[in-house]
């Protein structure tokens, strides 16, 4: 029986869909990743970054139990729904320290966790070695024997004017598109098998510092880095777009991280055509708090212009974002639209 934490297997930003029959595609939902792992009544949810889920999410797991099948694994999505959508800021208030909040949360805006594959069956036999054409049945089978109320399947198929089609039917409401290799295995902790196509180019950063603002004690920005693949947080641009009721707070949390190493490669205030010369006035951070920005390019190591805060990401380890993740093209996203 497979046994937490297990790497999930991630995806590859691409410029283009592929396409050909060892392609099958999927909707990216805009959630938490999870690993659900049960074996008898014991159940663990697992975030993508190796972190445990489960007391955040009492009506997953609960519905987990309901589960006819007493040992398996899914590989899934948690996300939370609103208006006809998935909102990733109730999504966010579900990582609170206080049990009473969680369970109140999880009556007024109860979760479901959409599956995507199937890592070990009923019997608790490992199917990572197999396929993905081979893996999919299963799951379906599994799905149609077992899942119920909270715990749905997610569509996929091998025809890209499928995937066309979800994009016209629900438009920017779906984060995108994700295409799997249905000719291989499941690739845990790689982004061999998988790649994404996402409606806006994004990138996970750690913050390694910040800035306050202008004649004032709140945070004016936060200042972004990325790992290298030796290990080294190098400063990547900052983002400014932070709302102003946000600021008490973020400047509060903030204010606990200092005194870290903040940036261990590239710092700001080291050679760059884009240094000013307020470069050296930040406050360094422990590498701990994960954000999500939206930007429009990335040259000379760096964004080239300020990044539009999407979202924190509690969910993701500050070690998972990687120089990778901008090294890619913008999807082709009007491909999918014709």
Known sequence: MLKPPLAPMEARSVDTIPE???????????GFRCLVFRDGEKVVLQSKAGKPLTRYFPEILDAVRALG???????GEIVVPRDGAFSFDDLLQRIHPAKSRIEKLAH??????????LLA???GGSL??????ARRPQLEAFAKQYFRGAIRL???TAKLSDAKAWLRKVGAT???IIAKRRDLPYASGT???VEKIKNYRSADCVAGGFRYGTNSKLVGSLLLGLYDEAGLLHHVGFTSSIARADKPALTAKLEKLKGGPGFTGNAPGGPSRWSTERSSQWVPLKPKLVVEVCYDHFSGDRFRHGTRLLRFRPDKAPEQCGMEQVQQKRADLMKLLK
């Open 69 to 75: 099948a007493k040992r398996f694994v899914l590989d």
């Open 174 to 176: 779906l984060d995108g």
């Open 154 to 156: 997610s569509p996929a």
């Open 108 to 117: 007024e805006t109860p979760a479901l966790l959409i599956a995507f594959d």
């Open 191 to 193: 982004r061999d098998a």
């Open 128 to 133: 990572l070695d197999e396929p993905l054409h």
């Open 121 to 123: 069956d009923e019997r």
């Open 20 to 30: 050909g029959p060892e392609w099958q595609y999927e909707p990216k939902w805009d």
